[in-house]
């Protein structure tokens, strides 16, 4: 692109003029002009001003692979020359669709062996919403329509992902939320626990879900949908009674169980799925994101055998979108799913990288006064920041420390994400033990600076 000629302020000038971005206040925004990215590799990303940065976020939670790896890229471009696009309608297939069906039903957890396509995790989960109730219709129960999800849980942006996730702020945008959809409390220990042991608290607010079933009439409910860990909510890794007893909930009262594994999925937190990690037996699980390391956009929707033979043998399926089973972005998940599978990375983020992260910021947290909480699981984590430790006393709003530290991370050079009084990583599943050292010092020295910006050093 370096062609265009054209410098950072010609960029932010453009971007304004023209470009409306996503999840953005677009006056706060243009107001100091966007950072352009240009290039990256690895772990690291580069900005039109030579700075270079490490993505302590992986993209969106998606570049598993890390950045720049010549076998996802040649299978694009080969795939583009050989088939760039065909439809999956007209009783018409392709290798590439083909062929990731094959290699996915051999990495999903037993069971899974069908894969419906679409293009990012949004559309998938609409997908489910429609499959869940056409599901219950073959099998002659049409008033099982309800869908229970949790508050701060995030499933996408269309309009049923918005309806199916929990972000109040996005449900009050323009009066969002469908109807049909429930939410229950989420399971966030450390800021809603309480007196309650987490033991204790896991089976409570599991029990929402029991106590909801009950309100709606199980008859009226068709599935419980939720992240084994949910990531943009701030990383919150439930208690380990929570899932076992949301599991029996759901056998009991016949509701679908389907495990978003957008973010956990493809070996985020040291299993090939989040689900292994949480003991999950879902009947249904969303797959995008670490699909194709968001180097093309591809989701999937995965249905266990139970589900998928009902679905199979219950008529046409009304339902589908131009780029299901997009061939190029197939050939790029399947070089993704091998090449994670091939340098071993699953287990390199169980035994190796994902305990020394873990063991970096437990010590980071014992000896700085802002860490009142490690949270995560392989190579996703949370902090949870805290005006005093001991006395476990958040900030007030008016503070802003989230938004504070991440602009310091910024300006140093370090991607993090701030969720509320949280900051959350999620790195490539690549990254090595120097590049989290790297990432552990920026991120001590961005948290001296907030910690001195709010008068606490
Ligand atoms: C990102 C995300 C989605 C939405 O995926 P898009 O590709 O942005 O539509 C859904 N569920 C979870 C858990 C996510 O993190």
């Known amino acids: 692109m370096k062609n265009f000629n054209r410098n950072t302020e010609q960029w932010q000038q453009l971007d304004r003029d023209h470009h409306i971005h996503p999840f953005t206040d677009p006056a706060q925004l243009n107001a100091k002009g966007v950072r352009v990215i240009t290039r990256a590799e690895g772990s690291y990303i580069w900005d039109s001003e030579g700075n270079k940065i490490l993505d302590g976020m992986a993209g969106l939670w998606c570049v598993n692979v890390g950045y720049g790896r010549s076998e996802l890229i040649e299978a694009a471009n080969r795939q583009m020359k050989e088939l760039p696009y065909y439809n999956s309608f007209f009783q018409t297939s392709n290798q590439p669709q083909i062929e990731l069906g094959r290699l996915l039903s051999g990495v999903t957890p037993e069971g899974f062996d069908h894969f419906f396509y679409s293009s990012s995790g949004s559309e998938a989960n609409d997908t489910i919403v429609r499959l869940v109730r056409h599901y219950w219709e073959i099998k002659g129960q049409p008033s099982r329509k309800a869908i229970i999800s949790r508050h701060n849980a995030y499933h996408g942006s269309t309009l049923a992902a918005t309806s199916l996730g929990g972000m109040k702020y996005m449900h009050d945008m323009g009066g969002s939320l469908l109807p049909g959809f429930e939410h229950i409390n989420q399971p966030h220990w450390y800021l809603e626990g309480g007196d309650l042991s987490e033991e204790e608290f896991g089976l409570a607010r599991a ?12 008859e009226n409910v068709s599935a419980f949908i939720g992240e084994p860990i949910q990531g943009a909510g701030g990383v919150i890794v439930p208690p380990d009674s929570y899932w076992p007893e949301i599991q029996r909930i759901c056998t009991e009262y016949d509701i679908l169980l389907v495990a978003d594994e957008v973010i956990c999925g493809f ?15 879902p009947d249904i699980m969303t797959l995008a994101k670490g ?5 093309l956009p591809i989701s999937a929707v995965a249905l266990h055998q139970r589900v998928a033979e009902v679905l199979t043998a219950g008529g046409e399926i009304n339902h589908g979108y131009t780029y299901s089973g997009h061939p190029v972005a197939c050939a790029v998940a399947i070089a993704n799913i091998n090449f994670i599978r091939d340098n071993g990375l699953v287990e390199m983020v169980r035994d190796t990288t994902g305990p020394y992260l873990r063991e970096g910021l437990r010590q980071l947290a014992e000896r700085h006064r802002l860490i009142g909480e490690v949270r995560g699981r392989g190579l996703i984590y949370a902090i949870q920041l805290v005006r005093d430790k001991d006395e476990k006393m958040l900030f007030s709003a008016d503070d802003e420390v989230g938004t504070k530290c991440r602009d310091h991370c910024f300006e140093n050079n370090l991607i993090m994400r701030a969720v509320d009084q949280s900051m959350v990583m999620s790195p490539p599943l690549t990254i090595s033990k120097g590049e989290i050292d790297e990432l552990l010092e920026k991120l001590e020295r961005c948290l001296d600076l907030t910690a001195s910006e709010l008068g606490l050093s």
């Open 207 to 218: 029990r929402e879900l029991e106590d909801k079933i009950n309100e709606l009439g199980a």
């Open 291 to 295: 699909l194709s390391s968001g180097y």
């Open 267 to 281: 070996g985020r937190t040291g299993n090939w799925f989040g689900s292994e990690t949480m003991g999950i037996k």
